[in-house]
């Protein structure tokens, strides 16, 4: 029987075709870059090209990771939204800074964000939440995200409720809802070579963006 490692290792990576990238061509910030990156991977038809990474720190030190869906892309920074009583929430008010990651596989792309993470005005948080469907209005109403769940007819029940409540108010919003723009002091462009000699591209925010090359 083949012991696990011996399998693993024979499981190709770095199978992405990545288009083509000159790093002294790069525009002046990495927002304008990144656009260009994630726009290049939908119109490759990248499955789920939104998906990104967040990665927080937990009130006891330990970095905690999930996966979740790009909101929007901004001069500001980078978009997504939670519930400000999600575990993601909870850890946000604690410690704001985070880092996002993108991988496109089949471009054999990665970007890495760091920086603050900035709960945005009340209204805009708002109009994020009413631009949801109406079952994602309702689940994130009936919200108690990680909490223990004892009997899951609870979350039928709570949906249920709330998609009544959303249904009658169409203008309602979840107190709790919260737009959340990560402001970068930092993201790197990553691109892939089968030989391992990875290009690599750092945006470093001081008074203005400084752009490095860096060893792979």
Known sequence: MTDLRTRLR??????GTPPQFDPEQAPDTPHDLFVDWLLTAVDHQVPEPLAV???TVRADGRPNARVLILKDVTAEGWQFSS???S???????????????FYWIPLGRQVRILGRAEPA??????RDFLGR???????????RQS?????PAEIDAAVAEQTERVTADPGLVAPNWTLYTLQPDEVEFWQ?????????????LTDTWTKERLWP
């Open 121 to 126: 005005a009340p209204e805009d948080s708002a």
């Open 133 to 143: 469907p109406v079952s994602s209005r309702a689940m994130a109403s009936a919200a």
């Open 87 to 101: 575990a993601k929430g909870t850890e946000l008010a604690g410690t704001p800074y985070a880092a996002l990651t």
């Open 192 to 204: 892939a070579d089968p030989d391992r000699r990875h290009v690599r591209l750092r945006y470093r």
């Open 147 to 151: 909490d223990v769940l004892d009997d």
């Open 83 to 85: 519930t400000s009583t």
């Open 10 to 15: 024979a499981v190709p990576t770095l199978t």
């Open 53 to 55: 990474t967040l990665s």
